[in-house]
């Protein structure tokens, strides 16, 4: 018998206001920019992606996916001792996100008789488009060391407000939204419901091929506040990394790719995911898909992609998933999981 962490509920949010292709390609339009549905579809996959209205932020939208990951997982806000909230669009410099959606949790909470969250540790954690595996992995690590009982890890994301509506090779790639899970502590011989191993990693050489390069000094924004990308670059590494963290992950766990049922993608560009099912000889149909309607969510679309996985019934409890994630820093990991 051994102390491991599982997931216990999955939970995501959208926020309303819906873009297809047309809509984004007229918007582009009236600034003297071309693209097409047809270049987006052949190249990424993505057809819609959801945006913010002004004044709501990413931790407005972790909020609601917490909301649903904690009905879920038949808990209150009240039994949560650890908040991981993954993002690069943060509400404020500080405090972190997290800490703002436990103030929320808390005042919904309250406001229903429960006592809240307040009290347990809340931080961000910054890895970009890995930022949910990172959360994830570290989640698990401080649960297994019986630092944390019980956890809300999050990714939540706005880049609707750091995108650049001049850029076209950018600005149609990204969406809004939140995805969350509650992971519990829970003991048994390894053959439970568990995260059952993780691989995570950083090159620092390739900060400039993904980022934001901006930041606010002095009272001003210093720099370009929005998103500048290497897509080619991005792609090659991606590829390749992707793969050996999947493996990683799985060598840890002593498994084989046929252990896997479901594969649940950061969901960038479908030719990307693609790539990595053939390398890890899994057919499409065991891939997780919600890139046409997210877009690139950053940190929320691995937790959103789970959620949409469970809600529609196609993972189910006792199954083994693989989550995967490349993003900017350059960042990538993996996460084994069974349900
Ligand atoms: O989430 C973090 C991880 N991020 C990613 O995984 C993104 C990885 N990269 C990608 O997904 C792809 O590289 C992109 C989708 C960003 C781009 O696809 P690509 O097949 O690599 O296209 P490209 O950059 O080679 O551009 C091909 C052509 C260029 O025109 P020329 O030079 O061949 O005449 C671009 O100017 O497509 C043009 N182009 C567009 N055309 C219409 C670029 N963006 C657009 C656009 N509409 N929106």
Redesign the pocket.
């Known amino acids: 018998m051994r102390r491991y962490s599982r997931i216990t509920g999955t939970g995501s949010h959208l926020p309303p206001k819906r873009l297809t292709n047309a809509d984004l390609v007229a918007l582009l339009a009236a600034r003297g920019i071309?693209?097409?549905d047809e270049?987006?579809v052949e190249?990424?996959g993505i057809r819609a992606r959801h945006y913010v209205d002004d004044g709501v932020n990413a931790s407005d939208l972790a909020f609601q996916a917490c909301r649903q990951a904690l009905a879920a997982a038949g808990r209150q806000a009240s039994e949560i001792d650890l908040i991981i909230v993954a993002t690069s669009t943060p509400d404020m410099v500080f405090p972190s996100t997290a800490s703002i959606l436990q103030r929320k949790l808390t005042e919904a909470a309250l406001a229903e008789g429960d006592t809240g969250a307040a009290g347990g540790a809340a931080f961000d954690v910054q890895a970009v488009?890995s930022g949910f595996i990172y959360a994830l992995t570290v989640a698990d690590a401080l649960i297994q060391a019986g630092a944390a009982q019980r956890a809300l890890v999050v990714g939540a994301e706005v880049f609707s407000r750091i995108l650049d509506f001049n850029d076209?090779?950018t600005c149609?790639?990204f969406g809004d939204g939140a995805g969350a899970v509650v992971l519990e502590a829970t003991e048994h011989d390894g053959s439970g419901p568990a995260v059952l191993a993780s691989d995570i990693h950083a090159d620092g050489r390739h900060t400039d091929i993904?980022c934001v390069p901006g930041t606010v000094s002095g009272g001003q924004v210093l720099g370009d506040p929005l998103l500048k990308?290497d897509?080619?670059a991005?792609?090659k590494l991606?590829v390749g990394l992707l793969e050996s963290a999947a493996k990683n992950a799985l060598a840890k766990a002593g498994k084989a790719e046929a252990d896997i049922d479901w594969l649940v993608p950061?969901q960038?560009?479908i030719r990307?995911m693609q790539s990595t099912a053939r390398k890890l000889k899994m057919p499409m149909d065991k891939v997780i898909v919600t890139v046409q309607d997210h877009g690139?969510t950053?940190a929320a679309s691995i937790p959103l992609a789970l959620d949409h996985g469970v809600r529609t019934g196609q993972i189910q409890p006792g199954q083994t998933l693989m989550l995967e994630g490349?993003?900017g820093g350059f960042t990538w990991g993996a996460v084994l999981v069974r349900l």
Request: glycine residues 8%; contains cysteine.
């Open positions: 071309d693209t097409s270049w987006i190249r990424t488009c076209r090779t149609v790639l993904l990308m897509g080619q991005v792609f991606a950061h960038a560009n990307i690139n950053s490349v993003g």
